[in-house]
């Protein structure tokens, strides 16, 4: 749904962008801004700026910015209607109801009320853990070194021996036996009616993306089968597609994701500080989980039980990552089982190694088929080199390729001649894959593509922007139609309209564009760096340069796109040359008032 105008500014004026940022990022003050350590790329010193004045955030290291909106959108990966609506419900404003209909209508409603009862089921097994009943329950999590804090941030429970503790609890806040059910938190049957679906467990609440409560996960206390039992598919819960952990995962900023295959894996490391673990939920990794991970990062450590069946994952996952275009990575944990075990018995340097010498996808799998084949036996090493030719010959990218058969003759001890040899013999019975040609323009590029002549004008708007009494100087002799392109001329529209009758607000600007990469464009052009000048007379000079600079740019475009039998065309190149002529001699007054 696409909200009115002055729907999205009463949204951002109650949302003020230091108070929201503040919440993700350290800030402090530094004169009229405020700085930070960017959440969007690792840095060390700060380059992040936060604008209260502007309401803009922009960082001069990765050139990323916006408002309030687009802070949201890049941190949690919204869409502009999601963070619309995540900063409406902060600042206690009322939207509009969509319009939809009475299926659709009783389809959300449904959702919500299922939200609810998982929260409240998660509240009840903190509970139980607490009581004097979940004493078992908390000595397994000691047993497993938790701490207090980590078992509060995981929201870990228990759910205890009786089998319709929870149904009881939650029919006493008024929900229905049926929709406790279908909340997968209770069955039916004829002999026991409506009871607990888990019990004498350890609980695990599973949130999604946006910190929901969407099922749960239990541990057996003690023998009996299954040991661990995962909430069925609900209409909020749909285990391909969403990930124990991520959460908390998605704003590590680490550059990478690990995944894992336990909950107990991936509580263990973020305990340990590698809070960028996640873990499938009781499944396989599927193409979806994939794709959700891209949201986040590009780059994904494989981090499976050293046993057989995860090395099989290992395998599964690195060809799931590939075809969601994402770099994988796969974490050597021998002789450990498992992240948690590997983390206790060697600890967190230890693991950090692991970590940075993580092997690549090819070498892994390579060697991994090495184990099927008697090295000892010349034909069957034959055998396994053409293997490994074969594999060489799915690269795309011949410099790749190239860089592999290189390293792939040094770690195996195959004359570099040779390999090129088998490739080619391999190639010649169609073995290469060709690379698809990519297009040689795209949006991105096209924005991010530097014109000298934007400069000016991005300082120019800036300076405009943070001073703008200057505008009645800057005005006699500059207009939006001076500007390079549409967009810069469409900001600078806005801009003179608003100065001219005192209603310019930057954020406010930047609510009529929906799209992360148009706030990074628009930002950047108010939030240009500008050179600290002490004295009247070099700003005024400063300023007078850059108005010209502007001012004959904008000429030579503009008459660059007339054509050359128009005949406004002489009469044009007069007036813009006598007009140059003018502001070149003119002086430019800065106001010390």
């Given at each position: 749904?696409?909200?009115?105008?002055?729907?999205?500014?009463?949204?951002?004026?109650?949302?003020?962008?230091?108070?929201?940022?503040?919440?993700?990022?350290?800030?402090?003050?530094?004169?009229?801004?405020?700085?930070?350590?960017?959440?969007?790329?690792?840095?060390?010193?700060?380059?992040?700026?936060?604008?209260?004045?502007?309401?803009?955030?922009?960082?001069?290291?990765?050139?990323?910015?916006?408002?309030?909106?687009?802070?949201?959108?890049?941190?949690?990966?919204?869409?502009?209607?999601?963070?619309?609506?995540?900063?409406?419900?902060?600042?206690?404003?009322?939207?509009?109801?969509?319009?939809?209909?009475?299926?659709?209508?009783?389809?959300?409603?449904?959702?919500?009320?299922?939200?609810?009862?998982?929260?409240?089921?998660?509240?009840?097994?903190?509970?139980?853990?607490?009581?004097?009943?979940?004493?078992?329950?908390?000595?397994?999590?000691?047993?497993?070194?938790?701490?207090?804090?980590?078992?509060?941030?995981?929201?870990?429970?228990?759910?205890?021996?009786?089998?319709?503790?929870?149904?009881?609890?939650?029919?006493?806040?008024?929900?229905?036996?049926?929709?406790?059910?279908?909340?997968?938190?209770?069955?039916?049957?004829?002999?026991?009616?409506?009871?607990?679906?888990?019990?004498?467990?350890?609980?695990?609440?599973?949130?999604?993306?946006?910190?929901?409560?969407?099922?749960?996960?239990?541990?057996?206390?003690?023998?009996?089968?299954?040991?661990?039992?995962?909430?069925?598919?609900?209409?909020?819960?749909?285990?391909?597609?969403?990930?124990?952990?991520?959460?908390?995962?998605?704003?590590?900023?680490?550059?990478?994701?690990?995944i894992c295959e336990g909950y107990m894996d991936v509580i263990a490391?973020?305990?340990?500080?590698?809070?960028?673990?996640?873990?499938?939920?009781?499944?396989?990794?599927?193409?979806?989980?994939?794709?959700?991970?891209?949201?986040?990062?590009?780059?994904?450590?494989?981090?499976?039980?050293?046993?057989?069946?995860?090395?099989?994952?290992?395998?599964?996952?690195?060809?799931l990552l590939k075809e969601a275009g994402l770099k994988g990575k796969?974490?050597?944990?021998?002789?450990?089982?498992?992240?948690?075990?590997?983390?206790?018995?060697?600890?967190?340097?230890?693991?950090?190694?692991?970590?940075?010498?993580?092997?690549?996808?090819?070498?892994?799998?390579?060697?991994?088929?090495?184990?099927?084949?008697?090295?000892?036996?010349?034909?069957?090493?034959?055998?396994?080199?053409?293997?490994?030719?074969?594999?060489?010959?799915?690269?795309?990218?011949?410099?790749?390729?190239?860089?592999?058969?290189?390293?792939?003759?040094?770690?195996?001890?195959?004359?570099?001649?040779?390999?090129?040899?088998?490739?080619?013999?391999?190639?010649?019975?169609?073995?290469?894959?060709?690379?698809?040609?990519?297009?040689?323009?795209?949006?991105?590029?096209?924005?991010?593509?530097?014109?000298?002549?934007?400069?000016?004008?991005?300082?120019?708007?800036?300076?405009?922007?943070?001073?703008?009494?200057?505008?009645?100087?800057?005005?006699?002799?500059?207009?939006?139609?001076?500007?390079?392109?549409?967009?810069?001329?469409?900001?600078?529209?806005?801009?003179?309209?608003?100065?001219?009758?005192?209603?310019?607000?930057?954020?406010?600007?930047?609510?009529?564009?929906?799209?992360?990469?148009?706030?990074?464009?628009?930002?950047?052009?108010?939030?240009?760096?500008?050179?600290?000048?002490?004295?009247?007379?070099?700003?005024?000079?400063?300023l007078h340069d850059i108005l010209y600079e502007v001012k004959r740019?904008?000429?030579?475009?503009?008459?660059?796109?007339?054509?050359?039998?128009?005949?406004?065309?002489?009469?044009?190149?007069?007036?813009?040359?006598?007009?140059?002529?003018?502001?070149?001699?003119?002086?430019?007054?800065?106001?010390?008032?």
């Amino acid at each position: 749904m696409r909200y009115s105008d002055d729907i999205i500014e009463e949204v951002r004026s109650r949302n003020d962008i230091v108070d929201v940022i503040g919440q993700y990022v350290s800030l402090k003050r530094a004169g009229a801004n405020y700085v930070g350590l960017c959440p969007f790329h690792n840095e060390k010193s700060p380059s992040f700026s936060v604008s209260p004045s502007k309401q803009m955030f922009y960082c001069f290291g990765c050139r990323v910015g916006g408002n309030v909106f687009s802070f949201l959108m890049k941190y949690d990966n919204l869409t502009f209607g999601e963070a619309v609506r995540s900063l409406a419900e902060r600042g206690g404003v009322k939207l509009p109801e969509e319009d939809e209909s009475p299926e659709a209508k009783r389809m959300r409603d449904k959702r919500a009320t299922l939200f609810e009862i998982n929260k409240e089921a998660a509240k009840y097994y903190v509970y139980q853990l607490k009581g004097r009943s979940g004493e078992k329950g908390l000595a397994y999590f000691r047993d497993r070194k938790l701490t207090d804090e980590t078992i509060t941030r995981f929201g870990l429970g228990y759910a205890n021996v009786s089998s319709d503790d929870l149904v009881k609890y939650l029919r006493s806040k008024g929900y229905s036996d049926a929709l406790i059910i279908e909340a997968g938190l209770a069955s039916h049957d004829e002999k026991y009616g409506t009871h607990d679906k888990f019990w004498n467990r350890v609980m695990f609440p599973i949130l999604d993306a946006n910190s929901k409560v969407i099922g749960f996960g239990g541990r057996l206390m003690g023998d009996g089968k299954p040991k661990y039992l995962n909430s069925p598919e609900t209409p909020v819960f749909d285990k391909s597609r969403n990930l124990f952990g991520l959460n908390y995962a998605k704003n590590a900023r680490a550059g990478y994701i690990i995944i894992c295959e336990g909950y107990m894996d991936v509580i263990a490391m973020h305990q340990a500080g590698f809070n960028m673990a996640v873990a499938s939920l009781g499944t396989a990794f599927t193409s979806q989980q994939a794709q959700l991970l891209k949201r986040y990062t590009d780059t994904v450590i494989l981090s499976y039980d050293s046993d057989g069946a995860g090395t099989s994952a290992a395998l599964k996952g690195i060809q799931l990552l590939k075809e969601a275009g994402l770099k994988g990575k796969v974490l050597n944990l021998k002789p450990y089982k498992d992240p948690d075990e590997f983390i206790k018995a060697e600890g967190k340097e230890a693991f950090e190694e692991r970590i940075k010498k993580a092997e690549n996808p090819f070498f892994f799998e390579i060697s991994v088929k090495e184990r099927e084949y008697d090295m000892s036996d010349p034909a069957a090493k034959t055998e396994f080199h053409r293997y490994i030719g074969q594999k060489l010959c799915e690269f795309k990218e011949a410099v790749e390729r190239e860089n592999y058969i290189e390293a792939v003759a040094q770690r195996y001890s195959i004359g570099s001649d040779d390999l090129h040899k088998l490739v080619a013999s391999i190639a010649a019975e169609g073995g290469i894959v060709k690379a698809k040609e990519k297009p040689k323009s795209g949006m991105h590029s096209q924005l991010r593509k530097e014109d000298p002549g934007r400069k000016p004008q991005r300082v120019l708007i800036t300076w405009l922007a943070d001073e703008p009494e200057l505008f009645e100087s800057i005005s006699k002799w500059i207009e939006p139609e001076d500007f390079s392109d549409d967009l810069y001329r469409g900001i600078a529209k806005q801009m003179w309209e608003g100065l001219s009758d005192g209603s310019f607000d930057p954020a406010r600007v930047l609510d009529r564009f929906v799209e992360e990469e148009e706030h990074a464009q628009v930002a950047e052009l108010f939030n240009t760096n500008l050179v600290q000048i002490d004295t009247k007379d070099e700003r005024e000079k400063a300023l007078h340069d850059i108005l010209y600079e502007v001012k004959r740019t904008g000429y030579e475009r503009r008459l660059k796109d007339m054509a050359s039998d128009d005949p406004e065309r002489w009469n044009f190149t007069l007036q813009g040359k006598r007009r140059l002529e003018e502001l070149l001699k003119a002086r430019i007054i800065i106001s010390t008032d």
